[in-house]
């Protein structure tokens, strides 16, 4: 509008009258009474890669503030989101009365406290995996997007893919016949890491950035690069997370539990073995071999050195599901050997069925998988991973890694989460939360 028009329109006024309701079908998807207000938190490398570049080709929803302990990559993302809000606290950000729901693309130790934060202040949660550091953290995010009936989405992005559908929905046909065996192929990390006490950047809150995790000195390979969106040193450190077994390993699990209809439950034995790095700062686990023993005897056997993807083998043959050649990220891992087929059997003639004729019928989205997250969240109905199914895909991991640390048989017992008759197992349940922050903390004062 020039000034002569914005003139005309203020001195009119009253001679005028414009329709105080404007037709639904004159803005469509962008009516602001259907727009989806977005908060992101957490702006690294997963987030500028997957969630925010997805969810910004979304139908119905839009950015409109971002949060990053380091205030150059919140500086960054709200200049990639086109957002008018920027915080370096992501609680500032939940207690923004503006937003609808937020986005969790953290480090894995900053997943489940601002999940459950967001789902009392009543906003939905999309949020990168793993749900949880600890058993007794993912029940408490469990319970509290049950409680507040939270729209939640887990970026296990492999259930809105056709193959991995494909995949499962033949499985709980019985085209295999029983299933006795599932083989998931998952890569290790290496050691290294530098050492070296740095000064904290100007640009970075630390101790906001450490949480409830121990205090420790600075170091960038500890945190993330502070030029560039390189895969981050954090990654490698148990402090923050537990390594592939639960980085890729929770999207695996996840796809062999829902093959098998599995999303409630878990694991009965484990037993696991792991090297875990001793030189530098990085510390996960590298190789790694572990059984787990599913109800009806059904073997998951999870290996490095298995093809990167999962394996279910029946009396009838086998099915193999994997990414094939797609990456998700650049940093995604190539699998040993030849390439992988997306979707492959040992006899091609297991993965031809009509569709219409299987009594079993997976009811999910395919396509963008953030997309799955805000029509939902209009609707209200489940998501392809809701709260509980992800945080059983989650359990299943940390109990492998559990059994890896302890290198003896386990049993568990996944209706009370809790190992049975073995009191050492039962204290990696838990973690010690330094104060303020922590998971348990946060569930029991908003709870209360």
């Known amino acids: 509008m020039n000034s002569s028009r914005r003139t005309f329109l203020k001195t009119a006024g ?215 969106f390189g895969r981050p040193g954090w990654l490698r450190c148990e402090q923050f997370g537990a390594g592939m077994i639960t980085g890729w390993g929770s999207h695996h699990l996840d796809i062999a539990h829902w093959g098998m209809g599995w999303e409630a439950m878990g694991p009965v034995t484990i037993e696991g073995k792991g090297v875990f790095h001793t030189t530098g700062l990085w510390n996960v686990h590298g190789a790694y071999d572990i059984t787990m023993t599913y109800p009806d005897n059904v073997k998951m056997h999870i290996w490095e050195k298995f093809p990167n993807g999962i394996r279910f083998i029946g009396e009838k043959g086998w099915i193999f599901v994997s990414r094939g050649a797609a990456k998700m990220t650049a940093s995604d891992p190539t699998s040993p050997g030849k390439a992988l087929k997306a979707l492959d059997a040992s006899d091609p003639k297991l993965l031809i069925s009509d569709p219409s004729s299987e009594p079993i019928k997976l009811n999910c989205w395919e396509g963008l998988h953030q997309q799955n997250w805000v029509n939902c969240i209009k609707t209200r109905e489940e998501t392809n991973v809701p709260a509980e199914t992800a945080h059983r895909s989650c359990s299943a991991c940390l109990v492998a890694h559990i059994g890896m640390k302890l290198g003896r048989k386990l049993i568990w017992d996944y209706k009370t989460e809790t190992f049975v008759g073995d009191e050492e197992a039962n204290t990696h349940l838990k973690r010690v939360e330094r104060a303020p922050y922590g998971v348990r903390r946060a569930f029991e004062r908003l709870s209360s």
């Open 14 to 228: 009253a001679a005028i009258t414009f329709p105080t309701i404007i037709p639904s079908h004159v803005l469509g998807e962008n009516a602001p009474s259907k727009t989806i207000a977005l908060g992101q938190i957490g702006c690294g490398r997963i987030a500028r890669d997957m969630d925010m570049a997805g969810l910004m080709k979304c139908k119905g929803a839009r950015y409109v503030a971002v949060a990053d302990c380091d205030i150059t990559r919140a500086n960054l993302a709200k200049t990639f989101t086109k957002c008018e809000k920027v915080y370096q606290d992501y609680r500032e950000l939940i207690a923004d009365k503006s937003i609808d729901a937020v986005v969790i693309s953290t480090p894995d130790h900053w997943h489940a406290q601002p999940a459950i934060e967001a789902s009392f202040a009543k906003k939905d949660v999309y949020m990168q995996k793993p749900t949880a550091l600890t058993i007794d953290e993912g029940r408490c995010f469990a319970k509290a997007m049950a409680m507040n009936k939270t729209v939640f989405q887990l970026g296990s992005q492999q259930r809105s893919t056709s193959q991995f559908q494909r995949a499962c929905t033949l499985v709980r046909n019985g085209r295999l016949g029983k299933v006795h065996t599932i083989e998931i192929g998952l890569p290790g990390d290496p050691s290294g890491g530098k050492t070296d006490k740095m000064p904290v950047p100007e640009n970075l809150n630390y101790d906001l950035w450490l949480g409830s995790t121990p205090d420790v000195f600075y170091t960038e390979d500890r945190v993330h690069p502070q030029k560039g």
